[in-house]
């Protein structure tokens, strides 16, 4: 079905499946396998090829939780030891008493005066495997969220949203003169004073992230 | 005795596609072989339910086959049937070699698959549109999975079988199978017919799926190159 | 829900706004899609935003109710599919999807939108049984009004199949151009009360805020035929009137696209 690719067609979008080049003078790095000479992608995505190390971004799917990865999450219930964090990925996480900067003693406080079901947080995930998703407050960025507002993207997008070292977020920060978080999980949380701007270019990052030319469409908004 | 519709040996129907038709899900897709439509959904990966079932290993997939009760000349009750039971287990074992599993353990995978119009070939429809809408939903696979069935009317074989062409036919004999690595995952069979005419329906298959799997990448494309 | 969206929500309607922009008395940009499924006899999918429903209308042949032995039956059914949500799950309907099933029904029903007695063949023996399928593609709150909305038009656009009465059987594959006697429209609208403001058509982060809701069926004279009251909180005297008073409105507004 395939044939013997010679050259990598970087930004290319391609399919789970598909081969992207028959060499073994390549690496396959994310969403990517080999097999015999050839490697192959493993998902609906844009490839990307860095150095020796081809890798597919992919344009979909739900959030798979990463360790380090900073992300923002509703408190769905509160347990003896921690909270239940709902970070809109297929598993809840879990916030311990010991992924909090202050001492807790659970015999003097309610837990839910640290933080109550329905606070919205944001988190650093320490650890993530299989079903286990263990959050931490300890990183300088680790807040609640008192007040401003909500916004889901595709987590696919994401990075898109973020731009070259926080790049894009920057200019979409001043454009809209508003106080910005993301989470890698899609979830954003934005305050200030053009807030429906900042919802416009959401919307449109998530419509045309894979697009070249989104960056002009957004200072131009 | 004629084809439907003066429909050649391996003509197959006309053929819808649709991704993303469910905002809700993490993929979606709508697929149709003429009248024959199936919505898929997929879910995950997600939370196994109870905790005991799951795999520490690779993830579970579980694909839900059911006809919606309007979809049917005679209204099918709702609900799980023996039948739409061992569809779905058959499209579960055909989708299963597609995927990387290994990559989610202690997870499940949920397919739900809605035909909300039946007029044979429901299981291939339903297959068609799993298979896209699990890409759409950017799980890790191998490849795509394109299916078709096809059966044996007088002397001529006959691809995608229609409505009362069912009948008629001497065997019912879907596939499912994968361009990328040329493996077949479904294969069934009802009927009476010699091997050498079984062997030829399959490889009839075969080229209607190869077929098929263009129109499924052109449709997973399409969405995001507008 | 989170506290976050809650109070945005809330605030915003008590200015009168809501998060897509819409007033607090408007629809979703409603779309009706007429016989989306051939081989039924009847269909209608509809969409309200990103709520998105598809009804069929099967009928057969079926002995009368004892009390009721030259009426046709009307059965309606509903599923919450979990195809259409991250929480439907898979089940015999729970009382949420009876609840929709039951609220649409009565719509129909009581407003007298099918001539039952149109429907008998033979008085006690034979009449025809009319069933009304709800299936949700996606679910973005408001299923009710969606559902009642596709129903009522799919039991327009229904035709006849063609039944033999000396052989007793009915040709499914041959419609009739005859329609079901169908006599009125009714239109179900559902409002949600949020702090001390009243939302129509919620969409599903509306409806977990919600405090609680009403749905008021109208028919074609302005007459209400149904209502249903949801959720937890209670409602004033004043506030019913004025969500009749939205009703009767938004109501004859949706009929004329039917």
């Known amino acids: 079905m395939a044939s013997k690719k010679e050259e990598i067609e970087n930004r290319k979008l391609i399919l789970p499946g598909e081969e ?24 609906l995505g844009i490839i990307h090829v860095t150095n020796r190390v081809i890798s597919v971004i992919p344009l979909s799917g ?22 239940i964090i709902d970070i809109k990925a297929g598993h809840d996480a879990y916030l311990p008493l010991s992924g909090v900067r202050e001492f807790i003693d659970t015999n003097k406080t309610d837990l839910s005066r640290v933080y109550a079901v329905g606070d919205v947080i944001y988190a650093k995930i320490n650890s993530a495997s299989g079903d286990s998703i263990q959050l931490s407050m300890q990183d300088t960025r680790a807040r609640k969220f008192v007040s401003g507002r909500l916004a889901k993207i595709s987590s696919a997008k994401v990075p898109r949203l973020i731009g070259k070292e926080g790049s894009m977020i920057k200019l979409v920060k001043d454009r809209c003169k508003c106080r910005i978080n993301v ?39 | 005795m004629k084809r439907l519709k003066n429909r050649k040996a391996n003509d197959f129907r006309t053929i819808t ?9 993490d993929g979606s897709a709508k697929f149709g072989f003429g009248k024959t439509i199936a919505i898929a959904a997929v ?101 795509l999975v394109a299916s078709i069935a096809a059966g044996k009317i007088g002397k001529e074989y006959a691809l995608d079988l229609e409505g009362k ?62 | 829900m989170n506290r976050l969206d809650k109070e945005y929500i809330t605030n915003m309607s008590s200015k009168g706004t809501r998060m897509d922009g819409r007033k607090l008395d408007e629809f979703r940009k409603i779309m009706i899609e007429k016989k989306p499924i051939e081989k039924a006899e009847g269909s209608a999918r509809v969409k309200l935003g990103k709520t998105d429903v598809i009804v069929g209308v099967k009928m057969g042949i079926g002995t009368p109710f004892p009390d009721r032995p030259d009426e046709g039956v009307l059965m309606t059914g509903a599923e919450l599919a979990p195809l259409a949500y991250s929480k439907f799950e898979t089940g015999p309907p729970r009382a949420d999807a009876i609840e929709l099933a039951r609220v649409v029904d009565r719509g129909i029903r009581e407003s007298g939108a099918i001539d039952t007695k149109k429907l008998c063949i033979e008085k006690g023996e034979k009449v025809w049984m009319v069933s009304v399928d709800i299936q949700i593609i996606n679910f973005d709150g408001n299923l009710i009004d969606a559902a009642s909305l596709a129903a009522v038009t799919a039991l327009w656009d229904a035709r006849l199949p063609t039944y033999d009465k000396k052989t007793d059987t009915i040709d499914y594959e ?52 149904a209502l249903q009251k949801g959720g937890i909180s209670g409602l004033s005297v004043e506030e019913i009137q004025k969500a009749f008073e939205i009703s009767v409105k938004r109501g004859k507004e949706i009929r004329k696209k039917i």
């Open chain 2, 43 to 143: 879910y995950g990966p997600r939370k196994v339910y109870p905790k005991w079932k799951q795999r520490s290993d690779r993830a579970l997939l579980n694909c839900v086959y059911s006809m919606v009760p309007f979809s049917t000349t005679d209204r099918c009750r709702p609900g799980p049937s023996r039948r739409s039971t061992e569809i779905g287990k058959v499209i579960t074992d055909a989708l299963a070699p597609a995927i990387f599993l290994e990559e989610y353990p202690k997870s499940v995978i949920d397919v739900y698959i809605d035909v909300i119009q039946a007029d044979s070939g429901t299981r291939t429809a339903a297959l068609n549109a799993a298979s896209m809408a699990l890409a759409d939903a950017g799980i890790s696979m191998r490849g």
């Open chain 1, 183 to 221: 989470g890698q999980n899609g979830l954003i949380w934005f305050e200030g004073e053009d807030e429906e701007k900042a919802i416009k270019i959401f919307k449109m990052t998530e419509e045309e992230a894979q697009k070249d030319g989104l960056t002009d469409k957004i200072s131009k908004i």
């Open chain 1, 20 to 43: 992207i080049i028959s060499s073994i003078d390549y690496l396959p790095g994310r969403n990517c396998f080999r097999e015999g000479n050839s490697i192959y992608s493993k998902k």
């Open chain 3, 174 to 225: 041959k419609k009739t151009t005859k329609k079901l006697p169908v006599k009125s429209k009714p239109v179900a609208v559902t409002i949600i009360k949020i702090g001390d403001n009243l939302l129509v058509d919620p969409n599903l982060k509306e409806e977990e805020t919600m405090d609680c809701r009403l749905t008021v069926t109208t028919k074609d004279d302005g007459n209400l035929c």
């Open chain 2, 17 to 25: 596609l649709e991704v993303g038709v469910v905002p809700n899900a």
């Open chain 2, 165 to 226: 062409e069912e009948d008629a036919s001497a065997c019912d004999i879907p596939v499912a199978y994968m361009p990328t690595n040329k493996k077949i995952t479904l294969l069934q069979m009802d009927g009476d017919l010699p091997v050498k005419d079984v062997v030829n329906i399959i490889n009839l298959n075969i080229k209607a799926c190869e077929k098929i799997y263009e129109k499924q990448r052109q449709a997973l494309k399409a969405r995001w190159d507008k």
């Open chain 1, 62 to 83: 739900a959030y798979i939780p990463k360790a380090g990865d900073m992300v923002i999450g509703e408190v769905s219930d509160i347990q003896s030891n921690g909270w």
